[in-house]
């Protein structure tokens, strides 16, 4: 196993449980306990992790995995999740995507729709991440508007007054936004509040909002808020979700779609 495969199988354990020790992980990954302390101790240093003695824990309510390290988690729910929130988008409208692996997803589902192959534009999507611009930008048929902004490692997400100055010149038809968490009281979050910030304002530009969240998102609270759930049009999870969760979340005027195989 290459060292990048064991730091991701590693940070996904770690998340998974909240705590690892030494034993357990060189047990599961079959490396040497060595290895594993090495691992530990080179991902504290890039402050992923928290060293403890013996092991190592997630850090507090801001721990957030990085962008590659978070792609093969749940990965059909997300799937079934993106081709559902795609068809809620119309030829020709304007979409604002947030960052994240559930809207990239959504990003890769609407570059592979046949009514969307063709268009002066098919779509035009705005974006402040750069990963989905960089794989939009191949569809001359997509018209792809990219905020300004600075670039935040975690997610590829461009943040900060720059960007907040294109999406205040902008009208969007629809903003669907990947969160972290999204409780019916609480409303939707991110772990980070300049991300917030931005996903905010495309919410505020947007006449619907779609928050796209596989079903392990839904009743959880993060850091920073997002937005009321009141201001949610559409909630698309997956077919896992609670049905106690599903009805507040109907409650609070949100309608509910769940999408499965």
Request: aromatic residues 4%; charged residues 25%.
């Amino acid at each position: 196993m290459s060292r990048d495969a064991r730091w991701k199988a590693l940070l996904e354990l770690l998340v998974e449980r909240g705590r690892l020790d030494v034993e357990e992980a060189a047990t599961e990954l079959e490396v040497s306990a060595a290895t594993i302390r090495r691992d530990f101790d080179r991902l504290a240093e890039q402050q992923m992790l928290v060293r403890t003695r013996g092991g190592a824990v997630v850090h507090g309510v801001s721990y957030e995995l990085p962008l590659r390290y978070k792609t093969a988690r749940r990965v059909s729910e997300k799937q079934h999740v993106a081709r559902a929130v795609a068809a809620l988008v119309a030829p020709g409208e304007a979409v604002g995507l947030t960052g994240g692996t559930t809207t990239t997803e959504v990003a890769r589902a609407l570059a592979v729709r046949a009514d969307l192959a063709a268009g002066t534009p098919a779509l035009t999507v705005v974006t402040n991440a750069l990963n989905i611009a960089n794989e939009l930008a191949v569809r001359p048929q997509f018209k792809i508007v990219v905020t300004g902004g600075v670039a935040r490692a975690q997610s590829y997400e461009l943040i900060g007054p720059l960007a907040d100055g294109v999406l205040g010149q902008v009208t969007l038809d629809v903003a669907v936004l990947g969160v972290v968490a999204f409780d019916a009281v609480h409303g939707a979050a991110a772990h980070d509040e300049a991300e917030a910030a931005i996903n905010r304002l495309l919410c505020e530009r947007a006449e619907r909002v779609v928050v796209a969240a596989d079903s392990s998102k839904l009743g959880r609270r993060a850091f920073a808020r997002i937005c009321a759930t009141e201001a949610v049009d559409t909630l698309v999870t997956d077919t896992a979700a609670d049905p106690d969760l599903v009805r507040r979340f109907e409650e609070c005027g949100v309608r509910v779609v769940t999408a499965g195989s």
